[in-house]
């Protein structure tokens, strides 16, 4: 089995101060991870990816990310936030060797001006 | 195509109606992906195809949902008799072979079951 957690239902962070948005995951074996994200009305944008080597790895709209195998966490990292990343994050896990993707709840990220 | 296509995007059926809802991959994904996403919840696995065959279905929630993918590239999500708990966008998406491949996602069907 394989899941998801996402243990803040909402973020709130002042438009230029850094963010992050947590995740945790729970996979039996080596996990390929996600972050997609969501406007209103919108499908999921994928922004980045950690499959193997470098732990820190960079993605869309200057977001990055952090694969922590010792604490099973790949939380969504930002230097500067914008009003314009004011959306829903979606963190996923995929068991290496598996088709299946798995979702957590999501978090709602709202940068304050 | 550019992107995932699905229709429709919205939606209104009675109870007791049956839908389909299309989704047109990125030319040359050989896997599909069907999820469910209910208001303020996460993306749910409903089913999964590699070109044509259906590899998992575990996420079906009842025998009232089916889903086909019979040239390997178009696909159609079927739900017959619907309930109002049927409720939900229902997202598609497309990747590569390889399991270290992005899925990338259609912008959803919104389905609302009067």
């Known amino acids: 089995a394989q899941s998801v957690a996402q243990p803040e239902d909402q973020v709130n962070v002042a438009e230029g101060n850094p963010l992050t948005v947590k995740c945790t995951y729970s996979v039996s074996g080596n996990p390929y991870l996600f972050w997609y994200v969501q406007y209103p009305n919108r499908g999921l944008q994928f922004l980045l990816k950690y499959i193997t080597g470098d732990n820190l790895v ?56 | 195509g550019a992107g995932v296509s699905q229709s429709p ?13 299309r989704c047109d991959p990125i030319s040359g994904h050989v896997s599909l992906f069907w999820y469910q996403q209910a208001l303020g919840q996460g993306p749910e696995f ?27 590239s178009v696909s159609t999500l079927k739900i017959q008799r619907t309930q109002q708990e049927d409720s939900a966008v229902y997202l598609c998406a497309s990747g590569g072979r390889g399991s270290g491949n992005t899925i990338y996602f259609g912008e959803g069907s919104w389905l609302t079951v009067v």
Request: charged share 25%.
């Open chain 1, 58 to 113: 960079k993605g869309s709209y200057g977001f990055e990310a952090e694969f922590n195998k010792s604490q099973t966490s790949f939380h969504l990292k930002k230097p500067s936030a914008l009003v314009s990343d004011s959306a829903l994050y979606f963190c996923a896990v995929r068991l290496a060797g598996y088709q299946k993707v798995t979702f957590g709840i999501g978090t709602k990220l709202q940068v304050i001006p």
């Open chain 2, 9 to 21: 995007r919205y939606k209104v059926a009675k109870r007791g109606q049956d839908v389909a809802l």
């Open chain 2, 46 to 72: 409903l089913t999964y195809f590699q070109n044509e065959a259906q590899l998992d279905k575990s996420g079906l929630p009842s025998d009232r949902f089916f889903a086909e993918r019979p040239e390997g």
